[in-house]
């Protein structure tokens, strides 16, 4: 499945309107918080250590990536790693392999846009059992003792490009 990762603040109105009426699940809110604080979070800048990221499949907007780099990096991440946060899928297109192809794009993304990271890293609550599950499958594994978090334990997670 080939899924286009597009930088969001080039959408035209049409895009930005299907990037906002996304439908995220209650509970992946609970988990990666709300699509407008994701958005706020990319306004932070700098520009060339934040990113946010439609993602399409089929020229339609599925979901949303935010991906962190250097200033922007998490404490907790691997030195040198790209943190992919605030990934969801709109819920009516859940359990269609969306959020694994996901992945593997933004792989494909930071390997052309951001050569120079070697890892990327991610945090998990340890209560999501679906994209826990999601994660091992792509690869990725533990980096970091798991902490407790706003809702339960989070468990810290890394992988080679």
Not at 76 to 86: L, Y
Not at 130 to 155: D, M, N, Q, S
């Amino acid at each position: 499945m080939s899924l286009t990762l597009r930088d969001w603040q080039a959408l035209d109105d049409a895009g930005l309107a299907a990037l906002h009426a996304l439908q995220i699940d209650p509970a992946q809110v609970e988990f990666a918080g709300t699509l407008e604080r994701a958005l706020a979070s990319c306004a932070k800048g700098p520009p060339e250590d934040i990113v946010g990221l439609v993602i399409e499949h089929g020229g339609t907007v599925v979901g949303f990536v935010v991906l962190q780099r250097a200033s922007r990096q998490p404490e907790w991440a691997p030195e040198g790693a790209a943190a992919v946060s605030a990934m969801r899928i709109d819920r009516h297109r859940q359990g269609q392999g969306l959020g694994r192809a996901a992945l593997a794009a933004v792989d494909d993304w930071l390997r052309q846009h951001w050569p120079q990271v070697a890892q990327v890293a991610l945090s998990v609550d340890d209560g999501n059992a679906a994209g826990r599950r999601a994660y091992a499958l792509a690869g990725y594994t533990e980096c970091a003792p798991a902490r407790p978090g706003r809702i339960g334990l989070v468990r810290f997670l890394a992988k080679a490009l």
